[in-house]
């Protein structure tokens, strides 16, 4: 079958190896792709957002399935578009893609449904915001409702600042559109984990846990970037909060699409908070996480195209899912600089120290090819994926790995998963 994702980031390209491990897929092509992806599919030129173009590109040849990796894609009504054409495609509808299009809609899906998330208001005024906030403590959290690129969710040490945020987010519009309504909630504190899910509309099934690490700097410390490295499983993810998650927070959570018209089709992030009070939803993704699916993917033992095709056709309930019992750390190597200013164009060498290695992956995710040569082409430019038997193995083997590659500005955390080192 021909397979055709839709992206251009290293998260699509851990998605084009699942599926080119696929026995029933004979070819892959990936619009708009990068350098990396272009060595297990062909990229096309068209973007993510061109979804006359996509769907051309789809009816021409004759795709049997197209995956959308990307939220705005999907929050823009991508699926809609294929549907229409009869093209069978993998993601949700807009209607339900809205749980990560509009943080405003979530949170009040959570509170009508009784799921446990952050006590919150949501505002369209600023001027309500500002007098809700006189009535608050801090710290307190502002966040655009619709999507900023991971950006849009400001964490305020004091009342003053939580009004600057309002401001910038609601009058600036530092984040454009997306701040045209905001949430505001109650901070919590402890571990975060990202699980992952596969939804058919009524059947969810959850992939093993992820933890990203989204600032910038190590120890936490520096501005919030779109992930900076990841390792899966979780060891905070016990089996009772799995236990928890199941009955309170992800079969709800279908339930509560479904009971609302929006059945959920394709990936459900599930990003958690677990708190002294339990286990609370921070956000929805309507989509893998990027680098979650960089060591999510690689521990998986099914069939990527059977598990899908099982979303599509409602039939889910029929997988059993499975991973492998070892762990997966990702290292994203960055541009130095990013998330602010960087230079792209650099070279990158020692690439193919990664060749023939089944434990290792070099997942691209700004990169371009030109010529024989690999340049980088944006803030995150790798994500350095090594496997092992423990956590604190495939740790070492990431970090080991970091140093077959190599570009003139490479940046990267030093701590990916060393707070592992205190379970
Ligand atoms: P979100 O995009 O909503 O997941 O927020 C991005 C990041 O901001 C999360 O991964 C948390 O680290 C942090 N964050 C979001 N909401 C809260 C909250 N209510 N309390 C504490 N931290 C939060
Ligand atoms: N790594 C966080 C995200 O993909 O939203």
Redesign the pocket.
């Known amino acids: 079958m021909k397979v055709l994702i839709v992206g251009s980031g290293g998260r699509e390209h851990a998605i084009a190896t699942s599926v080119k491990k696929s026995p029933r897929v004979d070819k892959i092509y990936c619009a708009p792709g990068n350098g990396g992806i272009a060595g297990v599919a062909e990229c096309v030129d068209i973007g993510a957002m061109e979804f006359d173009k996509l769907a051309d590109f789809a009816e021409q040849n004759k795709i049997d399935l197209t995956i959308i990796g990307m939220d705005d894609p999907l929050v823009g009504g991508i699926v809609d578009e294929f549907e229409k054409r009869n093209l069978r495609v993998f993601g949700p509808r807009k209607n339900a893609a809205i749980i990560e299009g509009s ?1 405003a809609f979530s949170k009040d899906l959570m509170k009508k449904y009784g799921i446990p998330t ?1 006590e919150y208001e949501n505002f369209t005024d600023a001027q309500k915001a500002l007098e809700y906030l006189d009535t608050k403590q801090a710290p307190i ?1 502002v ?1 655009a409702s619709g999507l900023a690129l ?1 950006k ?2 400001l ?1 305020c040490n004091t009342i003053d600042e939580a009004k600057d945020a309002v401001r910038s987010i609601m009058i600036d519009k530092q984040f454009g559109d997306a701040g045209n309504e905001i949430v505001i ?5 402890g571990r ?1 984990v990202s699980v992952l899910c596969y939804c058919d509309g009524t059947n969810i099934k959850p992939m093993t846990s992820a933890q990203d690490h ?1 600032r910038a700097k190590d120890g936490d410390q520096g501005l ?1 970037t779109g992930g900076m490295g990841t390792f899966s499983p979780s060891p905070f993810y016990t089996e009772e909060i799995e236990k928890f998650c199941d009955e309170k927070v992800f079969a709800p959570t279908m339930a509560a699409m479904k009971k609302e018209g929006r059945d959920f089709v394709g990936i459900l992030f599930v ?1 958690l ?1 677990l708190t002294e009070n339990g286990p609370k939803v ?2 929805y993704n309507a989509r893998f996480g990027d680098p979650e699916a960089q060591v999510v993917l690689p521990r998986m033992k099914n069939d990527i195209i059977e598990v899908m095709e099982a979303c599509i056709d409602g039939k889910l309930d029929t997988i059993d899912l499975q991973f492998e019992d070892n762990a997966a750390v990702c290292v994203v190597l960055a541009s130095d600089g990013y998330p602010l200013s960087y230079e792209k164009g650099k070279e990158i060498t020692g690439l193919d120290a990664f060749d023939g290695k089944d434990d290792y992956f070099v997942f691209h995710a700004g990169t371009k090819k030109e010529g024989d040569k690999i340049l980088t082409n944006g803030g995150r430019v790798l994500g350095v994926t090594a496997l092992g038997k423990t956590l604190k193995e495939a740790r070492a083997n990431a970090y080991k790995a970091t140093e077959w590659v190599n570009f003139s500005n490479k940046y990267m955390r030093n701590d990916i998963g060393k707070a592992l080192d205190e379970v």
């Open positions: 943080k952050a959290v966040k991971g849009g969710v964490i909630e109650e901070f919590l504190t975060e989204k919030n990003g908070i921070l956000e």
